[in-house]
């Protein structure tokens, strides 16, 4: 049985507007849960709640209802996020310290330092890809180099769980691509993996699970085979069939002296399913 590293019951927030006497609610009752060791993909477009829903985890925003936990403790208690690590989505570092240094200052603001600490950086550098880079300041890093920058920080004491909100947002595809195997290896080094993402074919390579908001609430959520099944599209390969068949397919396959090879539900892409769930 799995542990469940992160869930969220009944959670509600609502923003107030000043001086407008009106609210926003930004998070509507939802309810979502991960488990220990898998990647779970939260989507939805701008303005869903992903965002809020990822802030209240992280214990910087309150919720108006309901509850908010990590390892089973309260995500507004700081200890909660002793074994959490994450990656904003524009990620900021002093533009005059080298990698090094700056994962040593990160490092040193979660309690660690001495051999262990050097012998970490070494590790999370050659982890992220940045080992020549070390010694560079990151004042000169491109967006895809600061986004695995901002992987190797958030991985600085080790943590369990990792929240990542847009991890390849401004990166160009050769970078999308690494850090989309760096979160493929992190799974395999058995963490757990949260992150947001519009890039929907990257988030059908890496997930495990995905769950699609829209204004606040939870449309749809499962396995990619489990939101795949609910398409009512089906799919035949037919053998020596002339082109009148197209339309009469099925009625007359045998007559015409077709043979049926296949005929399966159609698995549509996470795009499409993205899509009909969010329109």
Do not use: W
């Given at each position: 049985m799995h542990t469940t590293v992160a869930r969220v019951k009944n959670l509600t927030k609502i923003y107030p507007i000043p001086m407008r006497r009106q609210k926003v609610v930004a998070v509507?009752?939802?309810?979502?849960?991960?488990?220990?060791g898998e990647v779970y993909g939260l989507l939805g477009p701008n303005g869903s709640g992903k965002s809020t829903t990822l802030k209240i985890l992280l214990g910087l925003v309150s919720p108006?209802?309901?509850?908010?936990?990590?390892?089973?403790?309260?995500?507004?208690?700081?200890?909660?996020?002793?074994?959490?690590?994450?990656?904003?989505?524009?990620?900021?570092?002093?533009?005059?310290l080298t990698a090094a240094e700056t994962l040593k200052f990160f490092g040193k603001l979660c309690g660690m330092g001495g051999r262990k600490l050097d012998d970490r950086i070494g590790e999370l550098l050659a982890l992220v890809g940045l080992e020549d880079a070390r010694h560079r300041r990151v004042g000169g890093y491109s967006k895809g180099m600061l986004q695995r920058m901002g992987l190797a920080q958030a991985l600085v004491q080790d943590p369990k769980l990792l929240i990542l909100d847009e991890p390849t947002a401004g990166v160009d595809p050769v970078g999308s691509h690494e850090i989309r195997d760096l979160i493929?290896?992190?799974?395999?080094?058995?963490?757990?993996?949260?992150?947001?993402?519009?890039?929907?074919?990257?988030?059908?390579e890496v997930c495990d699970r995905v769950g699609i908001m829209g204004r606040g609430r939870m449309l749809r959520e499962g396995t990619l085979d489990e939101l795949a099944a609910d398409s009512n599209r089906s799919?035949?390969?037919?053998?020596?069939?002339p082109a009148e068949l197209e339309e009469k397919i099925r009625r007359l396959a045998e007559e015409a002296g077709a043979s049926l090879v296949e005929a399966h539900k159609e698995r549509p892409s996470l795009e499409k399913i993205f899509l009909d769930a969010t329109k």
């Open positions: 509507s009752d939802l309810n979502l849960a991960i488990a220990e108006t209802r309901g509850t908010a936990e990590i390892f089973g403790t309260p995500s507004t208690d700081y200890r909660s996020h002793a074994q959490v690590g994450f990656l904003p989505e524009n990620p900021y570092f002093y533009k005059f493929l290896q992190l799974k395999g080094m058995g963490k757990t993996v949260l992150l947001t993402s519009h890039l929907l074919e990257q988030v059908q799919q035949f390969t037919i053998e020596n069939a």
